[in-house]
DNA sequence: GGAAGCAACTTTCCACTGGAAAGATATGGT
DNA sequence: ACCATATCTTTCCAGTGGAAAGTTGCTTCC
């Protein structure tokens, strides 16, 4: 019969996704990218999503639950990243600053604890991986000061080239830039 | 006669503030040092500072406006204090971390150009003149790649000290801490 | 010294936001 | 067949930033 076509107001995808926890983390990602963390609307990203706003609340609760997601999602990232460059300490720096512009909404996120839940176990474990993964590459440091130094001068290159602050001379390619710079931890006793 | 008493809504204060500028700067570190730019709301401000959420208008025109000055007045700031170490470079970065550590409102602002208005005359002039703190600071740099290891080290510490990655271990002084990792600078050459 | 004009605020309104609550729909196990 | 549960939508509400218009008080000029 003709009445049981039914109203699907959105679209026409079936009523469950089946895919929203990935397809929505990939449009947050998407949305920061152009506006940052501030300009995030969870509105905007279910538009992305193509789902109504009030979708996510089951797959991730509220907005922090999003955000603690992608910021785990980050920690993992970056440790692969760091450990795919094995023990070489400047390529493992390299990686760090290729992670961090490579996937600037997950940095953004993942160094301001107070976006998402800092206690949630998913999360704990990425940080947990990613700080093992950075000490590993860390090992042959002498002392904590070094390691420090190493730490800061690829975190503090990485945040200075997102914020544009560095010279537009330095090119484009941000890992290579960093390179002779990350380099320069080896004359340090 | 008595119907000369007029009705004042929010407060007993003049009907012209007389100070609106300084109170909502102040007004919006302490909002920003509680919940970060992305929990910032006007009307927060607005509350603190006694006025209705609209009265900014007219001093910084929208949101923007107001963390424009926000940033304008960080660099500034941070200019005065990298200036005030004369030409003494590791304690010119010492100084550079305690005004972050110190601001962290400001300098968190500072360097997310996307939330303010990063042409606006004032903030380019403030910019201008911490810029020229800095290299001030570094005159004694050999190679470009010195310099920018240099100002990453310190930014990057910042930026993980607030971010509160750091080991507790450090203790709660963060120039004091990172002293010895910005010491490292002159082994470098 | 009084009126004109400008500076500094308030009120009101609107479209948008995140989240709570309740309802709708699909899916898989029995 | 049917129920339990997982996954989504609708509806509602208080809070938000900004536009527009109105109010108040200061200052300057004749």
Chains 1, 2 share one sequence.
Do not use: C
Not at 85 to 97: M, R, T
Request: proline share 5%; net charge negative.
């Amino acid at each position: 019969m003709l009445s049981t076509v039914r109203f699907r107001p959105m679209t026409d995808r079936p009523y469950h996704h089946g895919d929203l926890r990935r397809v929505a983390l990939a449009a947050t990602v998407e949305a920061i990218e152009q506006g940052g963390p501030v300009a995030l609307s969870l509105r905007d990203v279910a538009r992305r999503a193509g789902v109504s706003h009030t979708a996510f609340k089951y797959h991730f609760g509220a907005k922090a639950g999003l955000l603690t997601a992608l910021a785990a999602e980050g920690y993992d990232l970056l440790a692969d990243a760091v450990t795919a460059e094995g023990g070489d300490l400047i390529e493992a720096g390299v990686a760090y600053v290729r992670f961090a512009v490579g996937h600037p909404a997950h940095f953004e996120v993942m160094f301001h604890p107070n976006l998402y839940n800092a206690d949630d176990p998913q999360l704990l474990a990425a940080q947990e991986r990613a700080g093992q993964a950075l000490t590993a590459a860390l090992s042959t440091s002498a002392t904590e000061n070094t390691e420090l130094a190493a730490w800061s001068i690829v975190h503090g290159f990485a945040n200075l080239w997102l914020s544009g602050a560095l010279p537009p001379e330095l090119g484009d390619d941000a890992g290579n830039a960093a390179r002779p710079v990350i380099r320069l931890l080896s004359f340090i006793q």
